[in-house]
């Protein structure tokens, strides 16, 4: 299995900006897609944003598109959430995993992210 490590979240105006990192433990994190989700209170998990192996290709949930950018280092096993523009509604816990998940284990801890004035 590979370990996850969310990190990065935190509390912000709405419009500002925050950064999010997820840390794999092993390599083998290279050989599948990544993506970011989403978990608000009271709400399903679900996917925002979703990038490939070599980073050709990116895909983003509607209510984040244009705000949002997703990126990763394979030689650092590391992918990263840009978020801009942030909204109260972006308030939630941000985990990563592959896409479909599960495919190399289990989820992390998550990164919370909460937009108030």
């Known amino acids: 299995q590979v370990q996850l490590v969310e990190s990065g979240g935190g509390l912000v105006q709405p419009g500002g900006s925050l950064r999010l990192s997820c840390a794999a433990s092993?390599?083998?994190?290279?050989?599948?897609?990544m993506g970011w989700y989403r978990q608000a209170p009271g709400k399903q998990r679900e996917l925002v944003a979703r990038i490939s192996i070599g980073s050709d290709s990116t895909n983003y949930a509607d209510s984040v598109k244009g705000r949002f950018t997703i990126s990763r280092n394979n030689a650092k096993k590391t992918v990263y959430l840009q978020m801009n523009s942030l909204k109260p509604e972006d308030t939630a816990v941000y985990y990563c995993?592959?896409?479909?998940?599960?495919?190399?284990?289990?989820w992390g801890q998550g990164t919370q992210v909460t937009v108030s004035s």
């Open positions: 995993n592959t896409v479909p998940s599960g495919v190399l284990g289990g």
């Open positions: 092993r390599s083998n994190f290279r050989l599948t897609a």
